[in-house]
């Protein structure tokens, strides 16, 4: 069983940045692929970014692409999600998540998820 903490949420101005974490313990991350979703107020949980552990490769939602990086530490099983240019409309519970493969850009595509972090933008 894998079990994923996020951590890093909190309080932020509208065009700050913030780097959530997500360790992994449990089993061995190496087949998985390790994505972020966020889910607002009274909306559907979106795919965010995503990146496969041993290639490296990444993925992002159009609406992140170019503010927002993934990335990983593989000695500590750790995946980070560097957020730049919050926006207002961002503000949002935070997941991480570990899957088999699959769908990377969809919830079904993982089995694993985190508790959750808070990212609160304010304007």
């Known amino acids: 069983q894998v079990q994923l903490v996020e951590s890093g949420g909190g309080l932020v101005q509208a065009g700050d940045s913030l780097r959530l974490s997500c360790a992994a313990s449990?089993?061995?991350?190496?087949?998985?692929?390790r994505g972020w979703f966020r889910q607002g107020p009274g909306k559907e949980r979106d795919f965010v970014a995503a990146i496969t552990w041993s290639g490296g490769s990444t993925y992002y939602a159009d609406s992140v692409k170019g503010r927002f990086t993934i990335s990983r530490d593989n000695a500590k099983s750790t995946v980070y999600l560097q957020m730049n240019s919050l926006k207002p409309e961002e503000p949002a519970v935070y997941y991480c998540?570990?899957?088999?493969?699959?769908?990377?850009?969809?919830?079904?595509?993982?089995?694993?998820w985190g508790q959750g972090t808070q990212v609160t933008v304010s304007s």
């Open positions: 998540a570990a899957g088999g493969g699959g769908d990377l850009g969809t919830e079904a595509g993982y089995d694993y």
């Open positions: 449990g089993r061995t991350f190496s087949r998985y692929v």
